[in-house]
T-cell receptor, first 113, second 118 residues
């Protein structure tokens, strides 16, 4: 089993739709969780950190479920500009005392007019 | 200033060349990262420096040699690369790799260097 897994998609959704992505992680000791978006041929950009209690930023809501070991991202009222690849990132402390970063495989979203 | 800069933007090199990629940040971050990204794949972690010391090396071949001259600069020296090393090389920084917690581990990425090895 991969450390961090995502459905690669693509998710093709009409403008205005609500879409949700999940990301599962294998190590229960994981400590920090993030969502990044990456546009084609660009660098990843931080979309939002994921708080234990869940958090919202405008049309975006992130949730963490430690019991089932997954994080989710909900996008409401999709815009054409939301078309991108969404990457989840999980951090865990390694044996050397450093945070090790693991990227998920990414989920591609295409918002259609 | 929340910017990470990388030079050059593009690089074409032969298998016998020696070249270097450069990365700079002025956010006071103490962790800096090198990633390799192939098309349609997620970034793969290569190296991490924490307080200018190498903290993580993900078993990267020795033809890639990282260097952290100071807390703002990160270099990646390339020598005798193979065509399969062609990729986008991304640099990132975060506040502090030794601490758990969202704020310390949010990463900011540079625009990358697109490398082609002939």
């Amino acid at each position: 089993r991969k450390e961090v897994e995502q459905d690669p998609g693509p998710f093709n959704v009409p403008e205005g739709a609500t879409v949700a992505f999940n990301c599962t992680y294998s190590n229960s000791a994981s400590q920090s969780f993030f969502w990044y978006r990456q546009d084609c041929r660009k660098e990843p950009k931080l979309l939002m950190s994921v708080y234990s209690s869940g958090n919202e930023d405008g049309r975006f809501t992130a949730q963490l479920n430690r019991a089932s070991q997954y994080i989710s991202l909900l996008i409401r009222d999709s815009k054409l500009s939301d078309s991108a690849t969404y990457l989840c990132v999980v951090n865990i402390m390694n044996s050397g005392g450093y945070q090790k970063v693991t990227f998920g495989t990414g989920t591609k979203l295409q918002v259609i007019p | 200033d929340t910017e990470v800069t990388q030079t050059p933007k593009h690089l074409v090199m032969g298998m016998t060349n020696k070249k270097s990629l450069k990365c700079e940040q002025h956010m006071g971050h103490r962790a800096m990262y090198w990633y390799k990204q192939k098309a349609k794949k997620p970034p793969e972690l290569m190296f991490v420096y924490s307080y200018e010391k190498l903290s993580i090396n993900e078993s990267v071949p020795s033809r890639f040699s990282p260097e952290c001259p100071n807390s703002s600069l990160l270099n990646l020296h390339l020598h005798a690369l193979q065509p399969e090393d062609s990729a986008l090389y991304l640099c990132a920084s975060s506040q502090d790799q030794r601490l758990a917690g969202r704020n310390y581990n949010e990463q900011f990425f540079g625009p990358g260097t697109r490398l082609t090895v002939l």
